[in-house]
Antibody
Framework: EVQLVESGGGLVQPGGSLRLSCAAS????????MHWVRQAPGKGLVWVSRINSDGSSTSYADSVKGRFTISRDNAKNTLYLQMNSLRAEDTAVYYC?????????????WGQGTLVTVSS | EIVLTQSPATLSLSPGERATLSCRASQSVSSYLAWYQQKPGQAPRLLIY???NRATGIPARFSGSGSGTDFTLTISSLEPEDFAVYYCQQRSNWPPTYTFGQGTKLEIK
């Protein structure tokens, strides 16, 4: 059974940093692209970032470019999101999600999400 | 950036009725269009990928159609558990970036 379990969310002050983790199991983690998607309270889904299967290629939404860094450790079956210079508008539930097979155009499995609150 | 516009914002129907949800892209997305269902407090669930393919375990009452810029999600006969928010999503070619529509809330009439 595919499982994605996020952790690392919490309350952080504006300008602060946080690192999210997503532990994957039930599939060959090193074969799949992975993503972070966020959802502000009461709002819609917003894609944040993507990383390819071996970690050599990444892409970001404009709203987080230069502040967030996605990475992965295939030996530990874990995905990360390092978030720096956090702003109030980054407050959201952050989901990790797996892309399906090539062309990796959709997200076939999702974690339960971890809440990040940016507030003083 | 490709913008996805979903309509209507809210759809009020009764169980047993047919639901038709629309997603329009600002430019062609080929067939890289997916649909998700989200219920309160839950993660989204993939329903349809590549415009018309049902994901694993999705009932046959859900179907997707369209190509280019105009896409439709149809639920042939609504079950009580189908009332939720539905999102469309696309992937752009390179670099791969992804966008979601703003969502359609399907509510019980």
């Amino acid at each position: 059974e595919v499982q994605l379990v996020e952790s690392g969310g919490g309350l952080v002050q504006p300008g602060g940093s946080l690192r999210l983790s997503c532990a994957a199991s039930g599939f060959t983690f090193s074969s799949y692209w992975m993503h972070w998607v966020r959802q502000a309270p009461g709002k819609g889904l917003v894609w944040v970032s993507r990383i390819n299967s071996d970690g050599s290629s990444t892409s970001y939404a404009d709203s987080v470019k230069g502040r967030f860094t996605i990475s992965r450790d295939n030996a530990k079956n874990t995905l990360y999101l390092q978030m720096n210079s956090l702003r109030a508008e980054d407050t959201a539930v952050y989901y990790c999600a797996r892309s399906g097979v090539v062309p990796a155009a959709s997200f076939d499995y999702w974690g339960q999400g971890t809440l990040v609150t940016v507030s003083s | 950036e490709i913008v996805l516009t979903q309509s209507p914002a809210t759809l009020s129907l009764s169980p047993g009725e047919r639901a038709t949800l629309s997603c329009r892209a600002s430019q062609s997305v080929s067939s890289y269009l997916a649909w998700y269902q989200q219920k309160p407090g839950q993660a989204p669930r993939l329903l349809i990928y590549d415009a018309s393919n049902r994901a694993t375990g999705i009932p046959a009452r859900f179907s997707g159609s369209g190509s280019g810029t105009d896409f439709t999600l149809t639920i042939s006969s609504l079950e009580p558990e189908d009332f939720a928010v539905y999102y469309c999503q696309q992937r752009s070619n390179w670099p791969p970036t992804y966008t979601f529509g703003q969502g359609t809330k399907l509510e019980i009439k």
